[in-house]
């Protein structure tokens, strides 16, 4: 139990998937306007990359290991997440308009997001596993979702801020990503 802590908080913290390996920044960047829009935008990542890194797990230990089919890996987890992608989009469609409208083109980039494909084969690359994807997928997941919903806080405080000319809009944003790596850089220890 205490492997699963310690592998959700260093995929989290530590080896945060997007301040520290700098994966799924189009949405990160995009949808970071609002703290609502990028809480559901964290629990939406959550949710498919939670579920995506179980059902990869099962998929290339049952079927690809034994067919020796591991080099279709990369296609067969792109074709897991888009389909939970749909999954995700049709139930916020009817359950959450206001939500799904927010997000916009940027739920459907979910299925090229390289940060839920990466967490899949991360897992494969480091041999976890079923219990350990999940974990593994789950702090990954929970790592986008700390980091974009404090850069969408940090982000709706400056609205309030007279900012130079040459650094309004997505200068900014950027100078601010790369506190926020520097800051997270300091849970290198941590583990």
């Known amino acids: 139990m205490s492997e699963l802590v310690l592998i959700i908080i260093g995929a989290a913290l530590v080896n945060n998937v997007v301040l520290s390996q700098f994966y799924g920044l189009c949405s990160f960047l995009g949808v970071s306007r609002q703290t609502k829009t990028a809480a559901g935008m964290g629990a939406a990542v959550v949710f498919v ?69 990466g967490a899949a084969l991360k897992n494969v690359k480091d041999g976890y596993n079923f219990s350990q994807s999940v974990a593994s997928g789950f702090g990954t997941a929970v790592g986008y979702m700390i980091a974009i919903v404090v850069l969408a806080g940090i982000r709706e405080r400056m609205e309030d801020n007279t900012i130079a000319k040459p650094f309004q809009g997505m200068p900014v944003v950027l100078f601010t990503a790369a506190l926020m790596a520097i800051a997270f850089n300091g849970f290198t220890g941590l583990i």
Do not use: H, W
């Open 49 to 117: 990359i939670t579920i995506a890194s179980a059902v990869a797990s099962l998929l290339y230990d049952f079927v690809l290991v034994p067919l020796n089919l591991e080099f279709l890996e990369t296609i067969v987890f792109i074709l897991v997440i888009a389909g939970l992608v749909q999954f995700v989009e049709m139930y916020l469609k009817k359950f959450r308009p206001a939500l799904y409208e927010s997000l916009g083109v940027f739920l459907p980039l979910i299925t090229t997001n390289c940060a839920v494909l």
